[in-house]
């Protein structure tokens, strides 16, 4: 019963993956179909993660569930009629708060589950969860920059999650940080093509 069990979470992580993958792979076209993979994906990963003990990833998967139906919306009817959501930045000064903000409350938040809960990585699980929530928010707003957050972001998940043997799950994050590289490419080159610069 128990290996019929795992083999069954297997099965799920796999197809959590590949939708995953899909999410980022249309997202970086800005296609909002990538709200629907990443919808159905993280509805699979909250049970996942919570399973592994990772509470705050968890979490975060609900709320990506819940920003999956913003950023469709977002993207869809966001911006003019004339132009839908264009690509933008932030500011120097907002990219310190957000990263000052993510960290403090990464080490407030990482020290309760640390010594409340039997929660592994507390401070990783915390700071990936956090950073995720403020990067996601800046993907349904199309800011240039996301993709850099998430080359940092996913690149301390891919510990996380092979700590916990999430083998494929850590393999999916290698490749999100590949596509990153590759999101931010591309979002760059449309950015400066919509402001002529």
Not at 65 to 90: A, D, E, F, N, P
Not at 108 to 135: K, M, N, R, W
Not at 164 to 182: D, E
Request: aromatic share 20%.
């Amino acid at each position: 019963m128990e290996s019929w069990l795992n083999l069954s979470w297997i099965t799920l992580e796999t197809l959590a993956v590949v939708l995953a993958f899909g999410y980022l792979a249309f997202a970086i076209q800005e296609n909002s179909l990538c709200w629907y993979f990443v919808f159905f994906s993280a509805a699979i990963y909250v049970w996942i993660f919570f399973d592994a003990r990772l509470y705050m990833v968890s979490l975060l998967n609900v709320y990506y569930v819940l920003m999956s139906l913003y950023g469709w919306q977002q993207w869809r009817r966001g911006g003019t009629q004339q132009t839908g959501l264009l690509i933008s930045r932030l500011t120097p000064l907002c990219h310190i708060l957000v990263v000052s903000l993510v960290s403090l409350f990464s080490l407030i938040i990482g020290y309760f589950l640390g010594a409340y809960t039997d929660a592994e990585l507390p401070y990783l699980d915390s700071f990936t969860t956090l950073g995720s929530i403020v990067t996601t928010a800046m993907v349904a707003r199309k800011i240039l920059e996301n993709w850099l957050y998430w080359i940092f972001i996913d690149g301390v998940s891919i510990y996380l999650y092979f700590s916990q043997n999430l083998y494929q799950t850590a393999v999916l994050f290698v490749l999100y940080v590949i596509l990153a590289i590759l999101g931010y490419c591309t979002w760059r080159k449309r950015y400066l093509e919509q402001n002529n610069l």
